[in-house]
Every structure is written in structure tokens, then in C-alpha cells.
């Protein structure tokens, strides 16, 4: 059973609801009512099992000083799988970090091009698939949100389509959070689609697909979680800009 305790960040976001409009728009409302950054990440990482199917644990890395740190997690668990990563410089979150397309393993318990953090999962955790999605922040490279399941093949191109949605989510936050929340800054940014278009373009290398059709993809994506990225964009900035007028 996941831990989302620490995703009380807000009262908008506690409840039993999983309803994804919902705990977007409550994610939102804990990015701009003054919460310190450490509780908007850890807000994130407990979201992300509510809005992934098979999601079980998630982690959220950040670059400092050419070190990839865990900023926040929805338990010890992915914690210990980030630790592993980083131990055995190798695996789906690190990787994710450096590449444009989503690194995703479906069971460490078959051969894995991370031979070495497998055997660490396998050993320490109850974790059997990853998925690791690059975070950009003004085209500079900046982190990754890492997904992790414990249930072996149920992590697939489909279920990293759903979860590309929330990594657009996190790059708007961790802009707005690298830019002291700066509205102007984040409205430029959103105005210009480019949390959009960087959606779509981790679409098009996860499916292999053309632009035309990785919107396609995004947009069913949007529809089949009741969410439109452009308007969820919107709302952040929306959100901000009353919070700075209080």
C-alpha cells in the first residue's frame, strides 16, 4: 500500500479523491500558496501513484553541483532505489537524465541493461519495473522523475504516455521553483508552449512517432486523465499570479 502521508501538503489534496483534474488543480494550489520547495516535490512524488496506473513509489532527482540528488520521495523505498542508482552509476533515472527519450525497465528480474542496479533492486526492494523521465529547465538539463512499480511487466509505452503528462507538470514546478516563482518568467515559458512542446517531443522518441502524432498521443493522454496540459499550464501561472497579489 503506498505511504502518501507527506501529500497532505495541502488540504486540497488529502482525501480519498484520486480523480486526476483534482489532484492537479490541488498540486497547483500547493505550488503557489507559499509552500517551500521541499514540500511542492515531495506533493509531486505522492501524486504520482494517484495519477499512474501501477505507480507504487516515486522519486524526484535534481542536479547539484553535477550530482544527481534526491529532492524529494513518496517513501524510504524510492529512496533506497535512487541510492542504488547512485551507487552502481547506472540505471532507468540516471539515464533519464541525459536522454531526450523516457528509459523505462519492465522487470529487473530479466536481463536489464543495468545488470548491476538490478541485482541491488531485487536484493533491497520490492520494486520490479522503472520508468525515468528527463526534466529540462530553460533547455538545461536538470533532473528526473522516477517512477517505480512493484509488480514485474505492468510498466509499458502506454503507461509512460500517461505519466509524460505529470512529468510536463514537474518541469512547469521545478521552472517555477528554480525561478523564485517569478509569474512573468513561468507565463513567458508557458505562453510560448514549451512545456508542451518538450511533451511531445518525449512522446515522439518514446513512440518513435511524428510530431503530428505525438500530439495525437499527448492529447488522448490529456482526455483519458480528464486533464488539458495547455489549461493546467494556465491554471499554475493563474494560481501564482493571485498568490502574489495577496
Known sequence: MNDNSQFDASPAVSGPSTDPATVFAALADIVYRGSSAEQVYTAICNAAPLLIPHCDHASLMLMQHGKAVTVAASDDIARVVDDIERATGEGPCLD?????AAQLETDFQTPTQWPAMARGVLNRTPVRGAMGFRLKV???KVGALNLFTDTPGVFDSDTAGEAIILTAFTAVTVAAMMNGQEA????GGLESNREIGKAVGLIMALHDVSDDEAFALLRKSSQDLNVKI??????VVERHSKASKN
Open 138 to 140: 530553460n533547455e538545461h
Open 184 to 187: 512573468s518568467t513561468l507565463r
Open 96 to 100: 533519464a537524465i541525459t536522454s531526450e
Open 230 to 235: 495547455a489549461d493546467l499550464a494556465s491554471s
